[in-house]
C-alpha cells in the first residue's frame, strides 16, 4: 500500500500545509500547519463550515480523520497569523530570485467576478495583492493565477474551471529561468516566462490590528476577492522549491 497524501506531501517538505481538518470554523479558529514551521491560520471575521475532505478516499469523522473548509458569504477570511511567519527556513526564504511552489484542492459551489482567492490578498481592503502569488476565479469559472497581473495564466492559457468538480491544482515558479508553471489534476496544463516576486514574500506581510485584520501590507490565506467565497478548500501546501513534475503527479495519484 503506497503512502497516504499527507504523507506523500511531508516527503516533499513544505513549509506550510493546512490539512484543514479543524472540527470547528468559528471566528477565532487556529488552522494548524501540519509542516512543523507553526505557520498557524486563523479564521477572521465570519465563520466557515468545517466539512468533509474532498480528497477521494479522506472522510471527515472517519479513519483516517480528514477534513476541509468550506464559505458561502461575502466576508469569511482565513490568513495566516503573520506573528508567525518569521520562521527561520520557510517562507521567509521565497524571495525574486528563489523558486516556490503552491498546492491546493478546490471544489467551487458557484462564480463571480473576483471570487474564491487563494494567495496574498488585503484581507482589510477586500483586495488583491499581486505581486507575489494569487489564484483566483471570475465569472463563468474564469480561473486566472499567477504572480503579476501582467503575465498569470489567464483563461485563455488554462481554461475555466465547472461548478461541483474536484482540482487538484499546483503552480510552480522556476527562479532561475523565471517561467511559472501550472497543473490540475496532476497534468501540466501551461507554462511561460513570468516575472518574478515583487519581494521577498515576508515583505508583502502586514500586522495583524486589535481585531485580526491586516494593516501595512496583506496576509497569505484565503480571502472573498469583492464577490464573496463559495468553494471548498483543503490541504493547502507551500513549497520553498520548485516540485517537479512527477511528483506532483505522485501527489495528486495518492
Known amino acids: 500500500m503506497g503512502?497516504?497524501?499527507k504523507d506523500t506531501v511531508l516527503a516533499d517538505g513544505p513549509v506550510l500545509f493546512w490539512r484543514l481538518d479543524e472540527a470547528a470554523g468559528t471566528v477565532g479558529t487556529q488552522i494548524a500547519d501540519s509542516s512543523g514551521n507553526n505557520l498557524t491560520g486563523t479564521i477572521r471575521f465570519a465563520a466557515i463550515t468545517a466539512t468533509s475532505s474532498i480528497l477521494f478516499g479522506e472522510y471527515y469523522g472517519a479513519s483516517p480523520v480528514s477534513g476541509a473548509m468550506f464559505a458561502n458569504s461575502a466576508t469569511p477570511r482565513l490568513h495566516m497569523t503573520s506573528s508567525n511567519f518569521g520562521v527561520s527556513g520557510s517562507l521567509t526564504d521565497i524571495s525574486p530570485s528563489s523558486s516556490f511552489t503552491v498546492e491546493w484542492w478546490e471544489k467551487a459551489l458557484s462564480?463571480?467576478?473576483?471570487?474564491n482567492n487563494l494567495g496574498?490578498?488585503?484581507f482589510n481592503a477586500n483586495g488583491d495583492a499581486w505581486g507575489w502569488f494569487l489564484a483566483h476565479h471570475g465569472?463563468?469559472?474564469?480561473?486566472?493565477?499567477g504572480i503579476h497581473v501582467g503575465d498569470r495564466f489567464s483563461p485563455a492559457d488554462i481554461g475555466a474551471a465547472r461548478v461541483g468538480a474536484t482540482y487538484h491544482c499546483v503552480f510552480t515558479y522556476d527562479g532561475v529561468s523565471q517561467v511559472g508553471a501550472y497543473y490540475r489534476n496532476g497534468v501540466k496544463v501551461a507554462e511561460k516566462p513570468m516575472l518574478p516576486p515583487a519581494s521577498n514574500?515576508?515583505?508583502?506581510?502586514g500586522s495583524p490590528d486589535g481585531v485580526g485584520s491586516i494593516t501595512n501590507g496583506s496576509a497569505f490565506g484565503f480571502g472573498d476577492g469583492s464577490n464573496g467565497w463559495n468553494a471548498t478548500y483543503?490541504?493547502?501546501?507551500?513549497y520553498n522549491k520548485l516540485l517537479s513534475a512527477s511528483r506532483i503527479a505522485s501527489h495528486f495519484l495518492s
Open 3 to 5: 503512502l497516504s497524501y
Open 111 to 115: 462564480f463571480s467576478n473576483f471570487n
Open 120 to 122: 496574498f490578498g488585503n
Open 139 to 145: 465569472a463563468n469559472g474564469d480561473t486566472y493565477v
Open 201 to 205: 514574500w515576508s515583505t508583502a506581510f
Open 234 to 238: 483543503d490541504n493547502v501546501a507551500v
